[in-house]
């Protein structure tokens, strides 16, 4: 059976930089919102070591530490936070309806959505394998490079982040060889050229994973094939990475928001509003571009200013705590 309809002023899905900080804003604008951590409580900066780059941590924090930090401010403003999993929305009314773990109903006057995105897999058995095995495969150089100084590692992806990424793991690692499967980058040019002139990055072209190799527990090299001769060959490397982009976590929103071809949900530029009145995006979800904590976290802030303006302008008993703008 399922439960009572629950009404709300404001409502947060996900809990990354974005979400918390839009609670934050909310908290303290006398929306009490609440929100729903997802899949991934802390979002993607739990998976990471160390955040170097967010200003106001002169000597780094862990990923983690940062967000149990951000959940504690939101708490701190009575931002009820709870575990739970959107799993379907209706935007199409006046009242927006969401659903949480398919069985609780809520209606809200305000959605900010923060679900961020996720890193894109390429999908083999065995990438899958050590990946779960935490045995070898990672999404993220950042995060898991420091554990293979001195190796040799594969990389695939001919992006920007795999560049990136590349270019990270050379100052790492003995020796990096990156896969694309063109004949050519789709990065940047400069990016492009950085990893192209790196002596310890070698760049195989046309070249495609077969499979990733490991003794059952780690990975001990990675099977390629060149997709033009068809020949394999084998590469040894202890460390997989996967750079081949990221995907927007916004399926449940397809038909009632905007997106773009990838995914990501369209806001009205300058502002976090969506298409539909109300709901409010902020952070990796409509942002394929800067997809920083930082950025989302600026846009969380956004999202929650907007709801609140939005609110004021719909209910006039509702007061404007911040008084922020106008
Ligand atoms: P992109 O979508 O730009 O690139 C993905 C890459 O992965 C492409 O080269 C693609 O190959 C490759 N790829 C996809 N699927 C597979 C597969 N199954 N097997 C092998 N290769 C595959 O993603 P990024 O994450 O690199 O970048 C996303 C956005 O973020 C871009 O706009 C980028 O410019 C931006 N960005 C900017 C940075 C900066 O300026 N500092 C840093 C990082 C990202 P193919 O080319 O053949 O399609």
Same mark, same amino acid.
């Given at each position: ?149 001195? #190796?040799? *590692?594969?990389?695939? !992806?001919? =992006?920007?982040? @795999?560049?990136?990424? %590349? ?124 997809? #920083?904590? *930082?950025?989302?976290? !600026?846009? =969380?802030?956004? @999202?929650?200013?907007? %709801? ?19």
């Amino acid at each position: 059976m399922s439960e009572k309809i629950e009404k709300l002023k404001c409502l947060i899905i996900g809990s990354g930089p974005a979400g918390y900080t839009a609670a934050i804003y909310a908290a303290r604008a006398n929306m009490n919102p609440v929100l729903y951590q997802g899949e991934q409580p802390g979002g993607q900066l739990t998976t990471t070591n160390e955040v170097e780059n967010f200003p106001g941590y002169p000597d780094g924090v862990t990923g983690p530490e940062m967000m149990i930090e951000l959940q504690k401010q939101a708490e701190r403003f009575d931002t009820d936070v709870r575990n739970g999993w959107v799993t379907r929305v209706d935007f199409s009314g006046d009242v927006h309806k969401v659903w949480v773990n398919e069985t609780k109903e809520i209606h809200c006057d305000t959605v900010i959505i923060s679900t961020g995105a996720s890193a894109m897999y390429l999908g083999l058995d065995s990438e899958q394998k050590y990946l779960k095995l935490g045995g070898g495969v990672s999404a993220c150089a950042v995060c898991d490079g420091f554990f293979y100084r001195n #190796q040799e *590692v594969v990389i695939v !992806g001919a =992006g920007d982040s @795999a560049c990136e990424e %590349a270019h990270y793991l050379s100052k790492l690692c003995k020796k990096v060889t990156m896969l694309v499967r063109r004949d050519e980058f789709r990065a940047s040019k400069i990016m492009a050229a950085r990893v192209q002139k790196t002596e310890n990055i070698e760049i195989l072209y046309n070249t495609e994973t077969d499979e990733v190799l490991g003794d059952g527990q780690v990975v001990t090299g990675v099977r390629v094939f060149n997709n033009i001769t068809n020949k394999k060959f084998e590469i040894p490397a202890t460390g997989f990475f996967v750079a081949i982009g990221h995907k927007p976590n916004t399926d449940i929103f397809k038909g009632f928001l905007d997106l773009d071809e990838t995914g990501y949900i369209k806001n009205v530029p300058g502002t976090s509003k969506t298409n539909v009145e109300g709901v409010f995006v902020s952070g990796d979800a409509a942002d394929h571009v800067y997809r #920083q904590a *930082v950025t989302a976290a !600026g846009t =969380g802030c956004m @999202a929650a200013l907007d %709801a609140e303006r939005y609110l004021a302008a719909k209910d006039a008993d509702f007061e404007v705590a911040t008084s922020t703008y106008n």
